[in-house]
Structure formats: C-alpha cells, structure tokens
C-alpha cells in the first residue's frame, strides 16, 4: 500500500468516526482487528469495536480534530496525532479538549491493529 493510499484510508477512517457512520468506519477494519484501548485492554474484531462504539457514544459525544497524519515508509505501520475534544451525552459534566493519538498497522489495505493514546486522565 502506497503512502497516499495509506494516509487515505486513516483520514476515511476519522472522517467516518466525526460523522458517527460507524459501517463506514468498520468498512476500513480488517476482521480480526486488534484494538488497543487507553488503559491497556485488548480487543478482537470488528464486533467488538461495533459495540465500543455505541458504549462510547451513550457516554460522550466526541469529535476529532486538527488532524496530522504520519506514514511510516515500510507501508505498514502509521499513526494520527489530533486534538480529542468532547462533552458527555447527557449535557452533564465538562467538556474536554486534549492531546491526542492513534497508531496503526495496516494489512491488505485495511487497518489490523489501533493503539490509542489520548491526555485525557492528565485533564482531570
């Protein structure tokens, strides 16, 4: 996969999580994705990452922003550094705007394993 088409599918991918049309996002996962969460948790699959989605989106609704991509030159691996900003669902609570970033492997022109990093817990 060229670097073009790389940067493409990670900025399809965000795009898709800004609009909520998660079948779009699921569309640039493999399978058996791997999903490396904030506080060290592992999960498989598309499933999976379906249903950690609409978890999310009870909670918080979330937006990402300032987007810079970075592709590795191997053709694998990449990672997008953003500004993560969000408020809870219910309209209770604060708001948040933090650091953030995604780092991926890319297979067979789809994204096999997403590492999430953000400062969320350093906001308070």
Known sequence: ????????????????????????????LDDDVAIDGTTGERSIGRDAFR???????????????DLVVMVAPDGVHAAAEFTLRGEPADGQGRSFSVP????FEIADGRIARISARHGLDAAG
């Open 100 to 103: 953030a970033g995604l780092f």
């Open 1 to 28: 996969m060229t670097a073009d088409d790389m940067d493409a599918l990670l900025r399809r991918f965000v795009d898709a999580l800004n609009a909520s049309d998660w079948d779009a996002a699921l569309a640039c």
């Open 51 to 65: 249903e950690a989605l609409a978890a999310e989106a009870r909670r918080v609704r979330r937006s990402i922003g």
